[in-house]
Nanobody, 125 residues
Framework: QVQLVESGGGSVQAGGSLRLTCAAS????????MGWVRQAPGKEREGVATVDGYSKTTYADSVKGRFTISRDNAKNTLYLQMNSLKPEDTAMYYC???????????????????WGQGTQVTVSS
């Protein structure tokens, strides 16, 4: 029943910004955590940002200080603001949701039960 749909990806030059949006359905009233996970071809999945049901956030070291995750429970929407983008940020970005409460969220990709289809982010040098 839960569905996640990402949008906002695109191509940008290094140093630019993008804002990703994840529209969730069937997730209202949930206190589970949500997050953004990225994967580049031939590389492992990497959890980059996460937020729990009370808006507490956690970031991977690789994006800390550049990315900001937020959620609007009233609109059932998750966001990822990405600033100072680097070529190494190029990847498919997935919105993901878990049904369990983890303080501060969770960065381990295998912890998530529901995934969106992904949105591509390409950063050129």
């Amino acid at each position: 029943q839960v569905q996640l749909v990402e949008s906002g990806g695109g191509s940008v030059q290094a140093g630019g910004s993008l804002r990703l949006t994840c529209a969730a359905s069937g997730y209202s009233y949930s206190r589970g955590c949500m997050g953004w996970v990225r994967q580049a071809p031939g590389k492992e999945r990497e959890g980059v940002a996460t937020v729990d049901g009370y808006s507490k956030t956690t970031y991977a070291d690789s994006v800390k200080g550049r990315f900001t995750i937020s959620r609007d429970n009233a609109k059932n929407t998750l966001y990822l603001q990405m600033n100072s983008l680097k070529p190494e940020d190029t990847a498919m970005y997935y919105c993901a949701a878990d049904f369990m409460y983890h303080p501060g969220g969770v960065l381990i990709p295998r912890a998530y039960y529901v995934w969106g289809q992904g949105t591509q982010v390409t950063v050129s040098s």
